[in-house]
């Protein structure tokens, strides 16, 4: 069983940056796409970004395309998701999850992380 366990967020100013990071424990972390999903406050999760077990392979939503880069080391056990030019609308809890395949549906991901805030002010 893989634990997931995100870096803390915080807050940052609209047009800023931040880099989250996600530390496995246990598991095989190599062996697994990882994804990062995010949560406003009353809507639904939705997908942010994925990477393949090779990191030869990114996915991301149409929302954050340019802005965000997901990458991973698995030396490290970690997965990053950088996040530049922040907007508010970035405002939610943010969640690593890992799964078999790389995939945009949460459905698809067996272990997640606590989730971490980021709130950007305009």
């Known amino acids: 069983q893989v634990q997931l366990v995100e870096s803390e967020g915080g807050l940052v100013q609209a047009g800023g940056s931040l880099r989250l990071s996600c530390a496995a424990s246990?598991?095989?972390?190599?062996?697994?796409?990882m994804g990062w999903f995010r949560q406003a406050l009353g809507k639904e999760r939705e997908f942010v970004a994925a990477i393949g077990w090779s990191a030869g392979i990114t996915r991301y939503a149409d929302s954050v395309k340019g802005r965000f880069t997901i990458s991973r080391d698995n030396a490290k056990n970690t997965v990053y998701l950088q996040m530049a030019s922040l907007k508010p609308e970035d405002t939610a809890v943010y969640y690593c999850?890992?799964?078999?395949?790389?995939?945009?549906?949460?459905?698809?991901?067996?272990?997640w992380g606590q989730g971490t805030q980021v709130t950007v002010s305009s």
């Open positions: 999850a890992a799964g078999a395949l790389i995939n945009m549906d949460a459905k698809s991901y067996k272990y």
């Open positions: 246990r598991g095989l972390f190599s062996t697994y796409a």
